[in-house]
């Protein structure tokens, strides 16, 4: 499965971001989606995850209420709707699959990667 991340950019406090991950090589109604982002000198943190249906959903604390995780089965695309974005979401953020049934934050716990997509958020 190749994963393709877009969408990211530089945008002011308060404003916000969709990104787009779009899914090739694989069964992706079959995959759980998460989004991740790693900022300079930190880990890399769980942002959003969703289950094959999109019925199901789990965010990180930091995220709740501003991020939106969505997928669109026929179009092998996952998406993440940014509002309300703070310097401190600066970071890259990577698009992920599980080859699960539930989501799980744990990223050792994905298959599959994108390459990243920056998203700076200035004060």
């Known amino acids: 499965v190749q994963l393709v991340e877009s969408g990211g950019g530089l945008v002011q406090a308060g404003g916000s971001l969709r990104l787009s991950c779009t899914a090739s090589?694989?069964?992706?109604?079959?995959?759980?989606m998460g989004w991740f982002r790693q900022a300079p000198g930190k880990e890399r943190e769980f942002v959003a995850g969703?289950?094959?249906?999109?019925?199901?959903?789990d965010y990180g604390d930091s995220v709740k209420g501003r991020f939106t995780i969505s997928r669109d089965n026929a179009k092998d695309t996952v998406y993440l709707q940014m509002n309300s974005l703070k310097p401190d979401d600066t970071a890259v953020y990577y698009c992920?699959?599980?080859?699960?049934?539930?989501?799980?934050?744990?990223?050792?716990?994905?298959?599959?990667w994108g390459q990243g997509t920056q998203v700076t958020v200035s004060s």
């Open positions: 090589g694989g069964i992706f109604s079959a995959l759980v």
């Open positions: 969703i289950n094959w249906s999109g019925r199901e959903t």
């Open positions: 992920a699959a599980a080859r699960k049934y539930t989501i799980t934050t744990m990223k050792t716990q994905y298959d599959y």
